[in-house]
């Protein structure tokens, strides 16, 4: 079956700095989506891609549909200390069914 | 007001009870899921709904069950509950894409 590969698992920064995390799959997909989970809350959605290629902002986010439709990256820039929580991946492969596939979930955590 | 609301928000009960959880939306849309949460699993499907005539079993449906009472309302059942569905629940709903709108949890613990 399709899976997905989340990293990294946890990062530890300094407020101020830029974050990247990526999602790899083993197989194709054709939407990529990456949302935030702030602890006792349940995920909120950040930016969907629909492209191959396909570049998306949201603020201090941009996140990118990989050319080869089997990753996607998200970057945060000068991180904040409200950015702390969870950011996960989610992609759908050719099926129509709906059905979204999760990454485990990077941990992110800023130290102001 | 939540456009996805869940209740109860935390539940424990015992091994072999059987428990209902209860999601409600007021986004109007048509499709309605149940995913659940383990630390460092991501969030699995378990069950999901189309419409009120449609419910599909999602990738752990076993030793759940699920009620589309309406549009609006999605329950989830655990017949006999055991203390590996310990977890965190999540409703979600979509339209016809892919973003979807997630309530705010039930967190359960199977004693």
């Known amino acids: 079956g399709q899976q997905l590969n989340q990293s990294p698992q946890s990062m530890f920064i300094q407020e101020g700095e830029d974050v990247s995390m990526n999602c790899t799959s083993s197989?194709?997909?054709?939407?990529w989506l990456w949302y935030k989970q702030d602890p006792g809350e349940g995920p909120v959605l950040l930016i969907a891609?629909?492209?191959?290629?396909e570049l998306t902002s949201n603020g201090r986010l941009t996140a990118q549909f990989g050319i080869t439709r089997k990753d996607s990256f998200l970057n945060i820039s000068a991180s904040i200390p409200s950015d702390v929580g969870i950011y996960f991946c989610?992609?759908?492969?050719?099926?129509?069914?709906?059905?979204?596939?999760f990454g485990q979930g990077t941990t992110l955590q800023v130290k102001p | 007001d939540a456009d996805v609301t869940q209740t109860p928000r935390n539940r424990i009960t015992k091994t072999g009870k059987r428990i209902m959880l209860e999601c409600s939306q007021t986004?109007?849309?048509?499709?309605m899921y149940w995913y659940r949460q383990d630390p460092g699993l991501g969030l699995r499907l378990i069950y999901y709904?189309?419409?009120?005539?449609?419910?599909n079993k999602g990738e752990i449906s076993d030793g759940y069950s699920v009620s589309r009472q309406a549009q609006a309302k999605f329950s989830l059942s655990l017949e006999s509950a055991i203390p590996n569905q310990t977890a965190l629940y999540f409703c979600?709903?979509?339209?016809?894409?892919?973003?979807?709108?997630f309530g705010p949890g039930t967190r359960l613990l199977v004693l």
């Open positions: 979600a709903t979509s339209a016809r894409g892919d973003a979807k709108y």
């Open positions: 197989s194709i997909f054709n939407t």
């Open positions: 891609l629909y492209k191959a290629g």
């Open positions: 989610a992609g759908r492969g050719s099926s129509n069914t709906g059905k979204l596939i």
């Open positions: 986004k109007g849309h048509d499709r």
């Open positions: 709904s189309f419409d009120v005539k449609d419910i």
